[in-house]
């Protein structure tokens, strides 16, 4: 049971980029599954999430209208679209996924029982 985030990479600023969230063991279809990111010398921080039970999703401000989370269900894979990238959006970026299903959004890195190894993003100016 483990979950493999990829995609990361080096982009220039107003670039994109797409992070994906592999499942393998178990299905993402009743979960929900959030992307949280780490500088270095910062905690983790929650980026945003989709629910297992009806797609919808939820953003942190600092990325909201720039960032898209989607998710395959025939390939059990979660996406993370990256869109007009900043420099302060570098940072290691990890797909988690919830302990409990549950109907409202979890942001605690704590909420979540099971994590990508993380996929290293930066935005240079």
């Known amino acids: 049971v483990q979950l493999q985030a990829s995609g990361g990479g080096l982009v220039q600023a107003g670039g994109s980029l797409r992070l994906s969230c592999a499942a393998s063991?178990?299905?993402?279809?009743?979960?929900?599954v959030a992307w949280f990111r780490q500088a270095p010398g910062m905690e983790r921080e929650f980026v945003g999430a989709i629910m297992w039970n009806s797609d919808s999703t939820y953003y942190a401000d600092s990325v909201k209208g720039r960032f898209t989370i989607s998710r395959d269900w025939s390939k059990n894979t979660v996406y993370l679209q990256m869109n007009s990238l900043k420099p302060d959006d570098t940072a290691v970026y990890y797909c988690?996924?919830?302990?409990?299903?549950?109907?409202?959004?979890?942001?605690?890195?704590?909420?979540?029982?099971?994590w990508g190894q993380g996929t290293l993003v930066t935005v240079s100016s």
């Open positions: 063991g178990h299905t993402l279809s009743v979960y929900t």
């Open positions: 988690a996924r919830d302990a409990v299903q549950t109907t409202t959004w979890d942001l605690h890195p704590g909420e979540y029982d099971l």
